[in-house]
């Protein structure tokens, strides 16, 4: 199977330091307000590998067969700040069923996920499935060897790269696992009534 992947970087507009307080959700899942969610959440499946499911609202993972591919778009500057030479830093907020609620998480198995990027500027669309995916770009050196729920992991912490005059760049990769199978519900950095859910990148 193709290795899983998330994108290498994944950056984020953060136009307000304000931090949204949230208590009762997991440690480092305050984003600032500018923090960048997902666009589009594409599921791939290497036991139907022609199949095209397009943009849902849910990510899935399942082992060995399902992964989500994750697409960004990361702009070219923030606040008349070029985001070259930024640092883009990609999370993953993990919080239990119920801190995630009403928002829908699921999640059993070991906990571990490998992530692989796809080049910059490429991303999953409604014409994508597993034989036929974006072209495969450099993957999180780092990447947290268990995620399970009830903390927020850090995926990446690197360069932005996002090209002075693109207008913004899609940034993208997919989650897959050999042992686990998630089901998520990607809200907005502010949770959506609940705690984050989802991946989110901050730039700064």
């Known amino acids: 199977m193709k290795p899983a992947i998330i994108s290498t970087?994944?950056?984020?507009a953060?136009?307000?330091p304000s931090l949204i307080?949230?208590?009762s959700c997991p440690a480092n899942s305050k984003y600032p307000a500018g923090a960048i969610s997902p666009y589009g959440l594409v599921p791939i499946s290497s036991s139907h590998p022609s199949k095209k499911y397009g943009f849902v609202p849910k990510g899935i993972v399942t082992p060995?067969?399902?992964c989500t591919i994750v697409d960004l778009k990361i702009p070219d500057s923030i606040n008349g700040e070029l985001t070259?030479?930024?640092t883009c830093t990609l999370t993953f907020s993990f919080p239990t069923p119920s801190q995630a609620a009403p928002h829908k998480l699921s999640f059993s198995g070991g906990g571990h996920f490998t992530f692989s990027g796809y080049l910059t500027g490429f991303g999953g669309d409604e014409n994508t499935s597993y034989d036929n995916q974006p072209l495969i770009g450099p993957s999180p050196p780092f990447p947290p060897p268990v995620m399970k729920p009830g903390s927020t992991y850090t995926i990446a912490d690197l360069p932005c790269g996002i090209l002075p005059g693109s207008g913004g760049q899609t940034v993208s990769g997919a989650l897959c696992s050999q042992d686990s199978k998630l089901e998520w519900e990607q809200t907005k950095a502010g949770g959506d009534g609940g705690?984050?859910?989802?991946?989110?990148v901050v730039v700064h």
Do not use: Q, S, W
Request: net charge neutral; with cysteine.
């Open 84 to 86: 070259l030479l930024k």
């Open 64 to 66: 060995n067969d399902l």
């Open 21 to 23: 307080e949230r208590g």
């Open 14 to 16: 953060l136009a307000a």
């Open 9 to 12: 970087l994944l950056a984020t």
């Open 195 to 200: 705690c984050p859910v989802g991946f989110f």
